[in-house]
């Protein structure tokens, strides 16, 4: 349990979390970190905490490096428990220390732990001298909480942005150079899209308020530091912010009998056809949150379901509901599926594209029992057309 050094006297002292396969209703098949970082100077400051459980962990490194008495002010970066959840326990270790935090997180920590903690509640610019080092608070509201803040160490050129530019893995490197960039692209992509989408707004006014910062190292409070492949995240933030996305398309589908799946493969080919790169996603099979990474790409999105009850399959319906919530915008939108005698799950699923803005520029395709060739041949014709529209618009 050996802390890592990250700059002279500041050091990596989080807790590793191998077997989290689920974080509130996102899969973590990689586990996660949860990321704390000790400044030693003059004056002792600790950043962020880590999950209860991995208090120990956390606290062996801290006392290999310093007495936690010696800790004079505590960072809450953001009150949510991964990052929160050791406070209570620290702040006993640190009995004398303050805790740092933003006038949202102060009334979250009063109100969640209900402890009569020194607080201390910081503005954006606001400045806290080490010694040798300043800390600078820069507060991001909706980043992804209201209380969310990022902590600036000027004179490392290092920020401790808490859950922005996260991943969710576990891994004994603590530098993005040390790992494999598809694999860090992959998670931090899954994060953003599953966690960050819907405050695209927010994020961009965030990057520019950070834009004016000499930033050489990025350490997050989940997955790996930045000090290499900062530009190229930062520059996928950017485009996953404004809602940029590539020419491709993504089909999200579930069948009963096998007729919506027969057609999910007829839009598959007639958008290759078209030249255009396609996912196809079975909710049988297939994760939701696995599915958000496919959704931040892609320009189109194609969601078919067979009418069950008057409505869609319920694989469907959380599909729906979770992409509601996580409001992607500017796609283009398609709805199919098939029926026996009912068929209300295609309206259903436009309702929702259309809620969130979307373009819908072919009507979806509602189709009673089993498909033929005939029909099948059309759906083909809707898929190339799709396909043209995505290359072209």
Known sequence: MEPVAIKPGIYWVGGIDWDLRNFHGYLTQRG????????????????????????????????????????????????????????????????????VTSPQGEKGLRRHYKQDWKLSAVKSGDTLSLGKRTLQFFLTPMVHWPDSMVTYVPEEKLLLPNDAFGQHIATSERFDDEACWDILLEEAAKYYANIVLPYGEQVKKALDAL?????????????????????????????????????????????????????????????????????????????????????????????????????????????????????????????????GWGGQAVKEIETIMNSLGWNLPCEGVNIQYIPDEGELQEVKEIGKKLGAMIKNE
Request: proline share 5%.
């Open 32 to 99: 996660t970190t949860y990321n704390a970082y000790l400044i030693i100077d003059e004056k002792v400051a600790l950043v962020d905490t880590v999950k209860h459980d991995l208090f120990d962990e956390m606290l062996s490194r801290v006392k290999s490096l310093i007495d936690p008495a010696q800790i004079e002010y505590l960072v809450s970066n953001h009150v949510e428990m991964d990052h929160s959840g050791s406070l209570p326990k620290m702040v006993s270790r640190a009995p004398h220390a303050t805790v």
């Open 211 to 339: 834009s004016t910062l000499d930033i050489a190292m990025v350490a997050p409070s989940h997955g790996l530091i930045w000090r290499t492949y900062f530009p190229k995240i930062l520059e996928a933030y950017q485009r996953w912010a404004a809602h940029e996305t590539e020419n491709r398309a993504l089909i999200v589908y579930d069948t009963m009998w096998g007729s919506t799946e027969r057609m999910a493969y007829s839009l598959l080919e007639g958008l290759e056809k078209a030249g255009v790169p396609v996912a196809i996603r079975n909710l049988k099979t297939m994760h939701i949150s696995d599915i958000m990474t496919d959704v931040i790409r892609s320009k189109a999105i194609l969601i078919g379901s067979p009418t069950l009850n008057n409505g869609v399959l319920p694989t469907v319906g959380g599909f729906l509901i979770y992409l509601k919530g996580l409001r992607p915008k500017n796609r283009i939108g398609f709805a199919f599926g098939s029926y």
